[in-house]
């Protein structure tokens, strides 16, 4: 199954094991199931520490790992190859005593979680955020014998899917309900289930002492300027929802100067292993609402805490602009979706459309070109604005539609998913209906900077206008990356703009120490 490079490491990998894990494999005659078994085989094969039994098991095929010592289960219910594969090593690592990189406190939180915990996680294996959600979860199920996690490939488990009609992956169901849709953490999914431990974060949260800088924002931009920051000596916080934004959704990267090609996951790990290099308070999971002025910033978060520091860099990013049409919100996750990669599978042999004919939206529409049926890309412009190289790869695929003037005015469905989308030709003035199963939105970005409206100058977009120092209209406060009025929206430019405003940051803590340690005073 494996090659022999992928085994060389796959050994160096599990002598990292400290006890006997045992594989359960569920197999049939199938040409997954013997896929797996040779998979299983291979693992075996690795470390004189694994041993492996075949049993009928409730999917097949399938494989669980366990622990015996600490009757710790983890299952995989497909063939955990491509990004999961990652989730596979992962898994038995930590199932053979390896430790897991998660704070003590958080381990120990994990550990004492009353009840039982049973996760089914469906997935697709070509989703760049599905191995992060398997991850947590298997990180959990590895230290509380009490939680157990089933990683489901949904391209293979089409019944169940269509069952508990999931149009959108990651989709996670806890003990046979829907628990969460898309991206979510250890912190996330602890918040959820253990009620007070929002209120435990906040308070050790307001405990903090003021920072010289404090970084709003886990991307690129945000990440390059924390480690400027921190390599200047100052005292450095990052509060991030999630360290990666944007890019943890990037499946292809080739123009990252000096990195000949990469992807989005492995980026992102390298730039959050980087910050943590240095000497940088980060806060993870957590979202700020409120930027204020007090001679020392405030920063509120979500959570009620409030964090103090002399100077403030925001670097929120931007996330995909939404349609706003009638049926939209309903219909998210249930036949909308916005990422094509990740949900693309979910629609294998059906009809879908793509919103926008921009590089995105073509490019989407020749990936979903090799699994669906048919794709209709609705451009609401007079012509694609794709560069031409796509436009003709996408033309010459014989199952791809391409509309212009056409402007989507609603979602229809049947309650449960999507069935159809209504469009108005912007020239002739008709409604036209397109029957479909999936619509995946590529209209461009949208700054996250509601909550900073009226508080900075933003451009009519919504965008934060920067100096060339990277500082705002607020003395002290500076900006970078994505969220700003910079003209171009790529991962190299918010790593640079976010470097140019932590100095512009640097700069001026120098030049208003003494008037900002008055202020404090």
């Known amino acids: 199954m494996l090659d022999a490079n992928v085994k060389n490491q796959l050994k160096t990998y599990l002598q990292n094991l400290k006890h006997p894990v045992e594989l359960v494999v569920s197999a049939d005659d199938s040409k997954k199931s013997a896929e797996l078994t040779s998979l299983a085989q291979d693992i075996v094969d690795s470390s004189a520490l694994v041993s492996s039994i075949a049993v009928q098991g409730q999917r ?96 293979l488990f089409q019944s169940e899917v269509e069952q508990r009609n999931i149009l959108s992956v990651p989709s996670v169901y806890l003990n046979g309900e829907a628990f969460s849709v898309g991206a979510i953490s250890v ?42 920051a921190a390599r ?88 995909w602009r939404e349609m706003n049409v009638p049926g939209e919100k309903e219909y998210r996750g249930k036949g909308v979706a916005y990422c094509p990669h990740c949900d693309g599978p979910l629609f294998k042999g059906k009809r ?53 003037q056409a402007q989507t005015t609603q979602v229809n469905g049947d309650g449960t998913r999507v069935n159809s989308l209504t469009y108005t030709d912007r020239k002739t003035g008709e409604s036209h209906n397109v029957v479909l199963a999936g619509i995946f939105v590529q209209i461009g970005l949208l700054p996250n900077t509601e909550w900073l409206k009226g508080v900075v100058d933003l451009t009519p977009r919504g965008e934060i206008i920067v100096d060339a120092r990277g500082q705002t209209s607020i003395p002290g406060v500076f900006a970078a990356g994505d969220v700003t009025n910079t003209p171009y929206k790529q991962i190299i430019i918010a790593m640079g703009s976010g470097a140019t405003a932590s100095l512009g940051a640097f700069d001026y803590l120098i030049r208003h120490s003494e008037a900002t340690e008055e202020q404090a005073a």
């Open 187 to 228: 912190a996330e999914i602890l918040n959820k289930l253990d009620k007070n431990a929002a209120g435990r974060k906040a308070e050790q949260l307001n405990k903090k002492s003021a920072f010289d800088v404090l970084v709003i924002g886990g991307g690129p931009a945000g990440a390059s300027a924390a480690i400027y």
């Open 352 to 404: 879908v459309a793509v919103i926008g004919g921009g590089n995105s939206g073509i490019e989407a529409a020749i990936d979903l070109a090799n699994i669906v049926e048919h794709v209709t890309v609705l451009e609401f412009d007079s012509k694609l604005r794709a560069d031409e190289v796509l436009q003709r790869k996408a033309k010459s695929m014989g199952n791809i539609t391409i509309i212009t």
């Open 60 to 155: 097949t095929p399938s494989m669980t790992v366990i622990n015996p010592q600490q009757n710790t289960s983890i299952t995989f219910a497909g063939l955990p190859m491509g990004h999961e594969f990652t989730s596979l090593v992962l898994a038995l690592l930590h199932s053979g005593g390896h430790p897991i990189k998660l704070e003590a406190d958080v381990i120990e939180q994990i550990r004492n979680l009353p009840g039982e915990f049973h996760f089914e996680t469906y997935v697709s294996l070509s989703c760049q955020t599905c191995p992060e959600v398997i991850q947590a979860l298997n990180m959990m199920a590895a230290i509380n014998p009490n939680i157990t996690n089933v990683m489901i490939d949904g391209a």
């Open 232 to 319: 200047k000596g100052l005292a450095t916080g990052i509060v991030a929802d999630k360290f990666g934004g944007q890019v943890a959704e990037t499946v292809g990267i080739e123009n990252f100067i000096s990195v000949a090609k990469t992807e989005g996951p492995k980026l992102v790990a390298n730039l959050e292993n980087h910050v943590k290099d240095y000497d940088v308070d980060v806060m993870e999971n957590q979202k700020a609402i409120k930027l204020a002025a007090n001679g020392l910033f405030d920063v509120e978060l979500e959570n009620g805490a409030t964090l103090q520091s002399k100077t403030v860099l925001l670097a929120t990013g931007a996330r």
